[in-house]
Nanobody, 128 residues
């Protein structure tokens, strides 16, 4: 059974930085494909970043150059480093795991339905 727990959210002024963490608890996790999503009120959940089993990274155009996804396997933790934050980044942020290894495919980010396990979310609020 897999459990994901996010932390690191909070309130920050525009231009500031936050680092989100996602601790993965599982008997056997492996180097699974992982991702970060966000959802603002009244909007659909959208992919923000993906980290593949070969450590390839992909980002949504809206965050490219500002966000960095990474993992520390020794700590079983996924990270999302966010800098140059903007008010439009305000959302609930979720980490997710596909539950298996994968490599990049297609042109965009994997959609939410491709992920099996989810955290409960951590709120990020960016003020102007």
């Amino acid at each position: 059974q897999v459990q994901l727990v996010e932390s690191g959210g909070g309130s920050v002024q525009a231009g500031g930085s936050l680092r989100l963490s996602c601790v993965v608890s599982a008997v056997n996790t492996g180097n699974y494909c992982m991702g970060w999503f966000r959802q603002a009120p009244g909007k659909e959940r959208e992919p923000v970043a993906a980290l593949y089993s070969d450590d390839t990274r992909r980002y949504a155009d809206s965050v490219k150059g500002r966000f960095t996804i990474s993992r520390d396997n020794s700590k079983a933790t996924l990270y999302l480093q966010m800098s140059s934050l903007r008010p439009e980044d305000t959302a609930m942020y979720y980490c997710a795991s596909k539950g298996f290894q994968c490599l990049p495919y297609g042109a965009g980010l994997p959609p939410a339905y491709e992920y099996k396990d989810w955290g409960q979310g951590t709120q990020v609020t960016v003020s102007s």
